[in-house]
């Protein structure tokens, strides 16, 4: 159980493109989606925050409207990076969790890489 | 703020050796833990979380972790390694109730050899 399904696998494109990069839980309810940036050799940075039905929470220093955040159901997030540039170019990895004292399941991730 | 410290970048053990990675943490009230694992170009896996109880955490594939309160710890253990466990561990903690948000450690790289 706890299977969250996360696609594309991997991008490339061209600078300029919006890549849209799509999280789904297909097992359960996620209340909460929550989208992760990892770097090479380096921990999850937590980019966001969203709960089904209403706007995502943002941390400090990532960019509201280059990376737009949709929750518009109980199984499924997307992201969506506009507008990329080659320093877009990473991991992206997204998690799903059902309710407060539910581990947080993780996606298999989308390399995104930016020519 | 909540931190969590990976002191180890790297642990190697040989194959049926006991293995021990290491997690301290910082966390105002008392602290949800978490251990999971990563493989090359995937996401992570969910190994074993303490919220209450027994301080003792069984969890998958055989890892286990022990709650430590006095010295805020909750290292990851296996009583007999596989050349299989080889990879990225990554602790992590939330606070209580708090939205769940979670903080991870840099991450170990186990290796494991026959």
């Known amino acids: 159980g706890a299977v969250v399904s996360q696609h594309p696998s991997r991008v490339i494109c061209k600078s300029g493109t919006s890549v849209k990069i799509e999280c789904r839980s297909l097992?359960?309810?996620?209340?909460?989606m929550f989208w992760y940036r990892q770097f090479p050799k380096q921990s999850l940075m937590l980019m966001a925050t969203s709960n089904e039905g209403s706007k995502a929470t943002y941390e400090q220093g990532v960019e509201k409207d280059k990376f737009l955040i949709n929750h518009a159901s109980l199984t499924l997030s997307t992201l969506t990076v506009t507008s990329a540039h080659p320093e877009d170019s990473s991991f992206y990895i997204c998690?799903?969790?059902?309710?407060?004292?539910?581990?947080?399941?993780f996606g298999d991730g989308t390399r995104l890489s930016i020519l | 703020a909540q931190s969590v410290a990976q002191p180890e970048d790297q642990v190697n053990v040989a194959e049926g050796n006991p293995l021990t990675v290491k997690c301290t943490y910082s966390v105002s009230g008392n602290p949800y833990l978490f251990w999971y694992v990563q493989y090359p170009n995937r996401g992570l896996q969910f190994l074993l979380k303490y919220i209450t109880g027994d301080n003792l955490v069984k969890g998958s594939y055989g890892f286990e972790a022990e709650f430590n309160k006095s010295q805020t710890s909750f290292h990851l253990k296996k009583p007999s390694a596989l050349v299989s466990d080889s990879a990225l561990y990554f602790c992590a903690v939330s606070p209580t109730g708090g939205g769940n948000k979670l903080t991870f450690g840099t991450g170990t790289q186990l290796k494991v050899e026959l």
């Open positions: 097992d359960f309810q996620a209340t909460t």
């Open positions: 998690s799903a969790r059902s309710d407060g004292n539910q581990p947080q399941h």
